[in-house]
């Protein structure tokens, strides 16, 4: 190797390290600062809505009375706890009229979703409760919390500094000359942070390998600080598609609130309502007995794929009424088989002998 190539090639192998070195940094950097800014709390409650894009927010918020809006507007009121409970109750509006109920949750050791019918005098009855172990994304929360999609997996139900420590993340560069946003790559997703708001996400995009390049688009228009001196995602969009276009606003956001253990238990079932325990592997109808047989075990597994899959559950026959049924047209058809027999030995014995040829 020539002599006077050296210098050149140490200056740039110093660069090279030195562009890495600053890699480095940056990324402990937003790294510590989620991590700081998560752990200022050990609680958190937040109400957003969420409605079509074209659709504004104007008025006073009033979380006991309908949104103000015409057309399909979904309200959550979210609690999440560092002891791994969370809580996520949504409600679908339709023309300012609440059309459907339902709750997602988990006290730390159960883990549930219950559905709600919303009776003529609009009170929600408890139509149908699941109860499991593992946690499992319900399909009303398919897409996760919003104002949190940047932050926190409702999937993986970890905060974006953990999911990087276990997968990492490459930098991408800045978005404008100032260095406010750094982005970075993470397995398929591509992460966009504000430098101004503790490093918050201000985007999260599919990546340049995602194999869904036009899939979930998530965007924070607006920070605020709250009294705490906390920042926090405040309102932003949520696009999907040509079809899936709409905008997300806070309206309640509350740091380190206090929650009773309670709050985040399943709600109690009432008289009537559909009981699908998959921990135990029973389903039964409050009020009625309460079996543990095999087919009761494949009637909650059919009831909760049609679930997961946003179908309708048309109907679900108590597995005690399906054993009697049963039962019933075991003895009906018995009692058949013994009467034809019986028809078939009086006309043999009544029919005079054949003569011998």
Same mark, same amino acid.
């Given at each position: 190797?020539?002599?006077?190539?050296?210098?050149?090639?140490?200056?740039?192998?110093?660069?090279?390290?030195? *562009?890495?070195?600053?890699?480095?940094?940056?990324?402990?950097?937003?790294?510590?600062?989620?991590?700081?800014?998560?752990?200022? #709390?050990?609680?958190?409650?937040?109400?957003?809505?969420?409605?079509?894009?074209?659709? *504004?927010?104007?008025?006073?918020?009033?979380?006991?009375?309908?949104?103000?809006?015409?057309?399909?507007?979904?309200?959550?009121?979210? =609690?999440?706890?560092?002891? $791994?409970?969370?809580?996520?109750?949504?409600?679908? #509006?339709?023309?300012?009229? !609440?059309?459907?109920?339902?709750?997602?949750?988990? *006290?730390?050791?159960?883990?549930?979703?219950?559905?709600?019918?919303?009776?003529?005098?609009?009170?929600? !009855?408890?139509?149908?409760?699941?109860?499991?172990?593992?946690?499992?994304?319900?399909?009303?929360?398919?897409?996760? @919390?919003?104002?949190?999609?940047?932050?926190? /997996?409702?999937?993986?139900?970890?905060?974006?500094?953990? =999911? #990087?420590?276990?997968?990492?993340?490459? #930098?991408?560069?800045?978005?404008?000359?100032?260095?406010?946003?750094?982005?970075?790559?993470?397995?398929?997703? +591509?992460?966009?942070?504000?430098?101004?708001?503790?490093?918050?996400?201000?985007? +999260?995009?599919?990546?340049?390998?995602?194999?869904?390049?036009?899939?979930?688009?998530?965007?924070?228009?607006?920070?605020? %600080?709250?009294?705490?001196?906390?920042?926090?995602?405040?309102?932003?969009?949520?696009?999907?598609?040509?079809?899936?276009?709409?905008?997300?606003?806070?309206? @309640?956001?509350?740091?380190?609130?206090?929650?009773?253990?309670?709050?985040?238990?399943?709600?109690?079932?009432?008289?009537?309502?559909?009981?699908?325990? !998959? @921990?135990?592997?029973?389903?039964?109808?409050? $009020?009625?007995?309460?079996?543990?047989?095999?087919?009761? %075990?494949? =009637?909650?597994?059919?009831?909760?794929?049609?679930?997961?899959?946003?179908?309708?559950?048309?109907?679900?026959?108590?597995?005690?009424?399906? =054993?009697?049924?049963?039962?019933?047209?075991?003895?009906?058809?018995?009692?058949?088989?013994?009467?034809?027999?019986?028809?078939?030995?009086?006309?043999?014995?009544? /029919?005079?002998?054949?003569?011998?040829?």
């Amino acid at each position: 190797m020539p002599a006077k190539l050296l210098p050149y090639l140490l200056l740039c192998g110093l660069v090279f390290s030195t *562009d890495l070195n600053a890699d480095d940094a940056l990324y402990d950097e937003v790294i510590d600062s989620l991590q700081e800014w998560r752990q200022s #709390f050990s609680t958190l409650r937040i109400v957003y809505e969420v409605r079509n894009i074209d659709q *504004d927010y104007d008025g006073p918020f009033d979380l006991n009375a309908p949104p103000a809006a015409d057309h399909v507007v979904w309200r959550c009121d979210f =609690a999440w706890s560092e002891e $791994g409970k969370i809580r996520a109750r949504q409600e679908r #509006f339709m023309d300012r009229v !609440r059309t459907r109920e339902s709750i997602y949750g988990s *006290d730390g050791t159960t883990n549930y979703e219950a559905h709600f019918n919303i009776e003529k005098d609009a009170s929600p !009855r408890l139509r149908e409760l699941t109860l499991r172990r593992e946690w499992m994304p319900s399909p009303g929360m398919k897409f996760g @919390i919003p104002p949190l999609m940047g932050l926190w /997996s409702n999937h993986s139900t970890q905060w974006l500094f953990e =999911a #990087f420590d276990q997968h990492g993340a490459e #930098f991408l560069g800045f978005h404008e000359e100032n260095r406010r946003f750094p982005a970075f790559l993470s397995r398929t997703t +591509r992460y966009e942070f504000d430098r101004e708001y503790s490093y918050l996400t201000r985007s +999260r995009l599919p990546g340049p390998d995602s194999s869904n390049p036009d899939g979930l688009l998530f965007y924070v228009d607006e920070f605020r %600080i709250l009294e705490q001196g906390l920042p926090f995602p405040w309102s932003g969009r949520l696009l999907m598609g040509p079809e899936y276009k709409t905008r997300w606003q806070v309206f @309640i956001a509350e740091p380190n609130v206090s929650v009773p253990k309670e709050f985040f238990a399943p709600p109690q079932p009432e008289e009537g309502t559909i009981v699908i325990d !998959r @921990i135990r592997g029973t389903q039964f109808v409050v $009020g009625e007995e309460q079996p543990t047989t095999p087919a009761a %075990i494949a =009637a909650a597994a059919r009831v909760e794929q049609h679930q997961e899959a946003g179908e309708p559950v048309v109907a679900v026959v108590p597995a005690s009424t399906l =054993a009697r049924w049963s039962l019933g047209l075991a003895c009906v058809g018995t009692m058949l088989l013994i009467v034809t027999l019986w028809f078939r030995w009086r006309d043999h014995k009544s /029919s005079p002998p054949s003569k011998p040829r």
